[in-house]
């Protein structure tokens, strides 16, 4: 079967690209043999975000308005969350991180074919246990656990190697016109936004093997 690239636009500490993972992955275990070759990609939900990153609660106060206005934006997301089997431990998340490190060992487990192991890592870490993915510590973990090297992760994430090609490419996907993740594109054409149903993506991949299917049929003739 010939393959099509899948990019992902996401950051680990986004409720939706938790969920929109899940869906995808859903479909992808339903469907068996997709043709997908799936690479994650650097978005900052909070760019500006203090390196050290932040009490929650001040954060979501200061970005929805208060308290109200945080647990009104977060509504959906819980019952979202619930529908796709998933229990986010919003009351045990004590801080918001700043997610270039994480997003620096994504880009490192990719080149070690580690990437999928990874990011599922990151969202169990801050979604299911509540941990700073900001914390070298918790990341260095995150990677031994996925067979990555501990003690060279740790030195890494020690300086600011990658950190400015992250940026870079958070950049150049916000001046193609992303502004919100998950964000997938499928075989470097089609953007489809937001956490989308298994059912969609199971009839994206059924088009994609039939037009698959058709141009090696063109082909044989």
Request: with cysteine.
């Given at each position: 079967?010939?393959?099509?690239?899948?990019?992902i636009l996401s950051d680990p500490i986004c409720p939706w690209c938790y969920i929109g993972k899940t869906h995808l992955d859903k479909a992808l275990a339903e469907v068996g043999d997709h043709p997908f070759v799936i690479e994650w990609h650097p978005f900052q939900l909070n760019p500006d975000m203090p390196r050290e990153g932040m009490d929650r609660r001040s954060y979501l106060e200061a970005k929805f308005g208060g308290k109200?206005?945080?647990?009104?934006?977060?509504?959906?997301?819980?019952?979202?969350?619930?529908?796709?089997?998933?229990?986010?431990?919003?009351?045990?998340?004590?801080?918001?991180?700043?997610?270039?490190?994480?997003?620096?060992?994504?880009?490192?487990?990719?080149?070690?074919?580690?990437?999928?192991?990874?990011?599922?890592?990151?969202?169990?870490?801050?979604?299911?246990?509540?941990?700073?993915?900001?914390?070298?510590?918790?990341?260095?973990?995150?990677?031994?656990?996925?067979?990555?090297?501990?003690?060279?992760?740790?030195?890494?994430?020690?300086?600011?190697?990658?950190?400015?090609?992250?940026?870079?490419?958070?950049?150049?996907?916000?001046?193609?016109?992303?502004?919100?993740?998950?964000?997938?594109?499928?075989?470097?054409?089609?953007?489809?936004?937001?956490?989308?149903?298994?059912?969609?993506?199971?009839?994206?991949?059924?088009?994609?093997?039939?037009?698959?299917?058709?141009?090696?049929?063109?082909?044989?003739?």
């Amino acid at each position: 079967m010939s393959l099509v690239k899948l990019d992902i636009l996401s950051d680990p500490i986004c409720p939706w690209c938790y969920i929109g993972k899940t869906h995808l992955d859903k479909a992808l275990a339903e469907v068996g043999d997709h043709p997908f070759v799936i690479e994650w990609h650097p978005f900052q939900l909070n760019p500006d975000m203090p390196r050290e990153g932040m009490d929650r609660r001040s954060y979501l106060e200061a970005k929805f308005g208060g308290k109200d206005g945080a647990v009104k934006a977060y509504a959906p997301v819980v019952e979202h969350a619930s529908a796709a089997g998933l229990q986010i431990n919003f009351e045990a998340m004590e801080r918001t991180p700043n997610t270039l490190d994480a997003h620096r060992l994504i880009h490192w487990a990719g080149i070690e074919g580690k990437q999928s192991a990874v990011v599922d890592a990151l969202f169990d870490a801050y979604f299911v246990q509540a941990k700073d993915i900001g914390d070298a510590e918790i990341l260095a973990d995150i990677a031994e656990a996925a067979g990555m090297d501990r003690a060279v992760t740790l030195r890494l994430l020690s300086g600011d190697t990658d950190a400015e090609e992250i940026r870079n490419r958070d950049a150049h996907s916000r001046k193609m016109g992303v502004t919100s993740v998950p964000t997938f594109v499928v075989a470097n054409q089609h953007a489809v936004p937001g956490a989308q149903q298994p059912e969609l993506w199971k009839q994206v991949i059924a088009d994609i093997q039939r037009q698959l299917q058709e141009g090696d049929a063109a082909e044989a003739d």
